[in-house]
């Protein structure tokens, strides 16, 4: 069965940095675009990057534009996300996602599967 774990999260002071990992299993990895969303209490789930299957291709939100970085290893099976320059408004449980699409706009298309989460808290 397909699981993607988060791992990474925690309490980081503003301006400050954290790493998040996805790991996948279960399922062909280089065959699979990635995404990283975060939700925040009483808002709507927000995608905020996403890189294609070969790692060639990466899509940011403007709000996370310039200061979050995302990888993927793909002889690991793992995504990352490196968080810089926090600020409070990042608060939020972060998910990282796997969909199967490709071409120029695969950050857009339905996302199938999901991870549990793991809460990043920034402290200002």
């Known amino acids: 069965q397909v699981q993607l774990v988060e791992s990474g999260g925690g309490l980081v002071q503003a301006g400050g940095s954290l790493r998040l990992t996805c790991v996948a299993s279960?399922?062909?990895?280089?065959?699979?675009?990635m995404g990283w969303f975060r939700q925040a209490p009483g808002k709507e789930r927000e995608l905020l990057t996403a890189?294609?299957?070969?790692?060639?291709?990466?899509y940011y939100a403007d709000s996370v534009k310039g200061r979050f970085t995302m990888s993927r290893d793909n002889a690991k099976n793992t995504v990352y996300l490196q968080m810089n320059r926090v600020k409070p408004e990042d608060t939020a449980v972060y998910y990282c996602?796997?969909?199967?699409?490709?071409?120029?706009?695969?950050?857009?298309?339905?996302?199938?599967?999901w991870g549990q989460g793991t809460q990043v808290t920034v402290s200002s």
């Open positions: 996602a796997a969909n199967r699409y490709s071409g120029s706009s695969f950050y857009t298309r339905r996302y199938d599967y």
């Open positions: 279960g399922l062909p990895f280089t065959s699979y675009a």
């Open positions: 890189i294609s299957r070969s790692g060639e291709s990466t």
